[in-house]
């Protein structure tokens, strides 16, 4: 990972579900290098409090609790990130979740739902933040999952609205460039946070045996790690990132 400068540690980072699991993690990450972070989370409670104040050990942080999918709170977190520090130089819209079940299963708001929270998220949050990431240009770093690269059982909506974010952020990375605005995405594959928490005894043990070629689980951390190179190698754009312990390239 890059070493931070000085020149770095004026930079403003916004993360859409900072306050848990992998967003979290990159928050942090980023803190740890001086960059200042206004985290989002739908709600604050205790855990989210203790978030804040192991940011607050690093570095300024701030939190903005809302809904990231929501056209008006996206538009708000850039504004109030701008009022406090006068600038926004990377954007990880982070926040998410889980929406399983079979196409004939689904009903049409759980279909659209899951578009809402991770297209239309991402959507609302670059035309927000476009103005200032063009100012001196900015990072906006997408977060998927190798469930968009590769067929899996019973997630038909979760997969589609996953596997777009790759070729969204080609888009954007090409149309942008000129504005020096860089534009990645990473697709982490089974990380122990709250998403996977549910998974059963006999789900851990195939994924581990049958599914995972380093036969184990990321951490939180080991995205962040790959998400700040993605985030401050200025020579990095368009590209898509898998960190998966070799999930989703093995033959069988």
Known sequence: MNQATNEEKEHVALVTGGTRGIGAAIAKALATRGVRVVING?????????????????????????????????????????????????VVPAAGGGHPGHILDLSDEEWLEAFRVHVHAVFHLFRAVHEALAVRGGAFLMIGSAAGLRGCPGTV????????LPQMSRALARDHAHEGIRVNVIMPGIIRTRF??????????NNLENRIPLRRFGTPEQVATAAVELLTNPFITGETLVIDGGMSMRMV
């Open 196 to 205: 996977h928490a549910n998974m059963s005894a006999e789900a851990e043990r």
């Open 157 to 164: 909506a979760y997969q589609t609205v996953k596997g777009a």
């Open 42 to 90: 739908r709600h604050s409670d205790d855990q989210v409090n203790g978030v804040m104040t192991d940011l607050k050990l690093l570095s300024d942080a701030e939190l903005i609790v809302g809904d990231a999918a929501e056209r008006a709170v996206a538009q708000r977190m850039v504004s109030e990130a701008l009022d406090r520090f006068g600038r926004v130089d990377y």
